[in-house]
Nanobody
Framework: QVQLEESGGGLVQAGGSLRLSCAAS????????MAWYRQAPGKQRELVAS???????NYADSVKGRFTISRDNAKNTVYLQMNSLKPEDTAVYYC???????????????WGQGTQVTVSS
C-alpha cells in the first residue's frame, strides 16, 4: 500500500506563488509517474502536470510557463511550484502517483486527499 500526504495549499492573491508537496510512503514501494490534478467547483478533474521517474514532464497548456513540477526520488516526493497565480487556478489540487510493492508486476494509481488552493483577485 502507498500512502500520500499533501501539503502547501492556501489562500493567495493573484500574481502570488504557492508550493505544493506530496510525499508517498509505504514499505518496500516503487513509485513511477507522479502527477498533480485539480478540480474546480462544477468542473471535471483535470491534469495539471506530470513527471515520470526519468524526469519527463507534461503540463496543461493553461499552466505552462507558470507552474513547475519536480520530484525527489529519494524521498518519493513530488512538488508543484505555482507562480503568477490567477483566480482561475482556484481549485482543489490532488496528487496522483503510480505505485506498487517492489515485487509486484503492475503499478496502481493512488490519490492524495486534496488540498485547497484559492486565488483572490
Amino acid at each position: 500500500q502507498v500512502q500520500l500526504e499533501e501539503s502547501g495549499g492556501g489562500l493567495v492573491q493573484a500574481g502570488g506563488s504557492l508550493r505544493l508537496s506530496c510525499a508517498a510512503s509505504g514499505t518496500h514501494i516503487s513509485i513511477n509517474t507522479m502527477a498533480w490534478y485539480r478540480q474546480a467547483p462544477g468542473k471535471q478533474r483535470e491534469l495539471v502536470a506530470s513527471m515520470t521517474r526519468g524526469s519527463s514532464t507534461n503540463y496543461a497548456d493553461s499552466v505552462k510557463g507558470r507552474f513547475t513540477i519536480s520530484r525527489d526520488n529519494a524521498k518519493n516526493t513530488v512538488y508543484l511550484q505555482m507562480n503568477s497565480l490567477k483566480p482561475e487556478d482556484t481549485a482543489v489540487y490532488y496528487c496522483k502517483v503510480q505505485g506498487k510493492y517492489y515485487s509486484d508486476i503492475g503499478y496502481e494509481d493512488y490519490w492524495g486527499q486534496g488540498t485547497q488552493v484559492t486565488v483572490s483577485s
